[in-house]
């Protein structure tokens, strides 16, 4: 038996009173994904602990039964896993966001989906001008980028970004929790007034403002850490051969941790323009040499963030028509039968534009599994399903032993 996990990042959401209290899953057309459903079975799964803030970083490693409480140790240090950096004792590493400050308020937090070239550019310009023996600055994809500060203590506290759009940068700098952390509060703080004063009249960003795009003035370091102990899959459940297929730098992290084959597809930008084909595409051929794929597509997350109600239901119909169709397809003509999960790792309501801790709606089919009474995969209709409400790495075990 082999095992595909499809992850639409923030594609749950909340009923939305201007949409008849109904949410995107609800609204998008999604035959396949409810064909699914309706011939498999579902539950609900808590990706989220109390104690802890409802990132992608950390429900995703819910997802694949980490014990996060344990062993998250911070976004930056996935996202320096996935671009090669090895980081040493002692090393900080911080997920460094391009973003917009406009009049003072933090206006998004992505620099309007600025281009991975644009960034690059941008990245390399700061590490030039603010990098140093300490410091230094990585580019990644758009908008999420690395800084490694040596010596840096991570008793901080760091807004992220897309939780705040709207809010005075001011008052959501950074502050240590601890006497010990203060220099390296300062010291980020400190980076980030230097980046605005220096970012604004870069000629990539005359460009952008030009063409009336959202320029990249300020970057903003957040979720702190150093490098983690993470177990891989092979020594948590047994999985001998496994890949994830991202655009997303920190899942991709995740997977070098896991001991996962990272596969990367040309044209997958994690946003509702990606290349769905592609990927679909890559998780087919992956099964054929991996026991487990881990598939994670961005674009409903990244909607969410928006606000946009309709571009949210657009995509998670782009999951469904130009993904799960064709892999449901070449899965049932494989020798090997395949076991196909769907879910989210979190919720991004689009009335809060951030993420929530709320249980995510789960699928689980296999060829001959005996289905439970949901018709239609939504956040509701889940809570119907013969898995009931899942915790810890319930999910995992349960959908591996399929």
Known sequence: MKHLIILGDGMADEPLADFGGKTPLQMASKPHIDWLAKSGQTGRLATVPETMHPGSEIANMAVLGYDVETVYDGRGVL????????????????????LTIENGILKNHSAGHISSGEAAELIRFLDEKLGNDRMKFYPGVSYRHLLVVKGGNKELNCTPPHDVPGAPFKDVLVSAKTKNAAQTAELLNELILKSQEILADHPVNLNRKFEGKAIANSIWPWSPGYKPQMPSLKEMFGVEKSAVISAV?????????????????????????????????AAVEALKTNNFVYLHIEASDEAGHEGDVE????????????????????TQKMDEPVAIAILPDHPTPCALKTHTREP???????????????????????????????????FIRKFLAL
């Open 249 to 281: 730098d920190l899942v991709q992290g995740i997977g070098v941790y896991a001991g996962m084959e990272v596969i990367k597809v040309e044209g997958a930008t994690g946003l509702h323009d990606t290349n769905y084909e592609g990927k679909a595409q």
């Open 311 to 330: 571009l949210k239901t657009k995509t998670i119909e782009y999951l469904d028509q130009r993904v799960v169709k064709y892999i449901l397809e070449e």
């Open 79 to 98: 996202e320096a896993a996935s671009m090669g950096v090895e980081l040493q004792p002692g090393d900080l590493a911080l997920r460094c966001n391009l």
């Open 360 to 394: 995510v709606p789960f699928l689980v089919y296999k060829p001959g599994i005996e289905p439970d009474q949901v018709e239609v995969y939504d956040e509701f209709s889940v809570k119907n399903g013969s898995f009931g409400l899942l915790k810890g790495d319930e």
